[in-house]
Structure formats: C-alpha cells, structure tokens
C-alpha cells in the first residue's frame, strides 16, 4: 500500500513542475538555468547508478526530482520573463557541480556516483538558494514543497536500507527544506533585514 505514496508523490512533482512554468509564464519565477539544468542530470544519474545496485521502487521519487527540472529547464527558454540574469558566481557553481559529474564518471562506482551526485546537485543548488534567499518572490515554493513530499516517500519505500537506496532522497529532503526556508525567511527569521 505504501508503493502508491511513491506514485502520488511522482504526479505531484510533475504538477509542481508544471505550476512553476505556469509562474514563469505569468512572470512570477524566474529559474536560475544553471541550478535547474544541474537538478536534471545529478538526480538521473543517480537514478543509474542506484538501479543498478538493484534499487526498486525508490528511485521513481528521485528520477522525478531530475524530471521536473529537466521541465522547467526547458520550458525557460520559451519566455523571456522566465529569465533570470546569470552571475560568475552562478557559472562558478554549475562549473564545480559538472566537475563533480566527470569525477564520478572516472570512478564508475554507484556509490561514489551517487555521492558526487548529490555534490553536484547540492553546488547547482547554491545560486537558487542564494537568489530565493535574496528575491524570495522569483521563487515558486510547490516544487521544493513536492521534492519534500517526493523525497520522503522514496525513504519511506527504500528497501534494502543502503546508501545506494537512501542516500539521494535524504539529501533531496535536507535540501529542499533549506529552499523553502529561503523562500519563507521573512516569517521564519522575522529578524532579518531583507
């Protein structure tokens, strides 16, 4: 009975990802491209490498967590309000994130693939984070509300409990979290200045 929190939680990021392009299209959020490029392929390949240490039905949350992105990724180059002017900073982080994805591809270990993985998605993570904490409203907060959602069900299914079956959906969880923390800040730190 618990396999259909997995499928629940799927639909929803895929609406989540459908809600934030609706936003961009309205000219509410605008993705930070590199971010969301980056939270495409970290969460695929570690898709791979999970199921290939023989990862069931957890890894649907976490292909899902690449598939949304992948999306919006898309969908941002069809609208100009969708854009979001890219920093050195914004380059930096995409360049160290796909740096982490050549290092794993040297080693050709699941595990180690899964670790730099989640390197990588957690360096594309920074200018979002960064720009979600500064400009809160170019944010929409339903794919981070789902990846939360996404994350837990993929724990609450992971069988047996390994790093290869755990590991992506703990830190999509932790991450998440911090995203819509960004995005709320004004109500949960009421003492800060911005």
Known sequence: MIEYLVYAAAAATLLAALAYIRSMFKGGAKPNRVSWLMWAIAPFIAVAASASSGVGLAVVPVFMAGFGP???FVASFLTKKAYWQ???FDYFCGFLSALALVFWYL???PNVAILLSIASD???TVPTLTKAWNYPRTESIWPFATGIFG???????????VFSAYA??????IVNAMVLAAIYKKKLFPFTSN
Not at 168 to 173: G, I, Q, R, S, V
């Open 107 to 109: 080693t050709m270990n």
């Open 122 to 124: 957690g360096l594309a």
């Open 86 to 88: 890219l920093s050195k």
């Open 70 to 72: 992948f999306l919006i």
């Open 151 to 161: 994350a837990s069900a993929g724990l609450a299914v992971a069988k047996p409990w």
């Open 168 to 173: 992506f959906p703990f830190y999509l969880l």
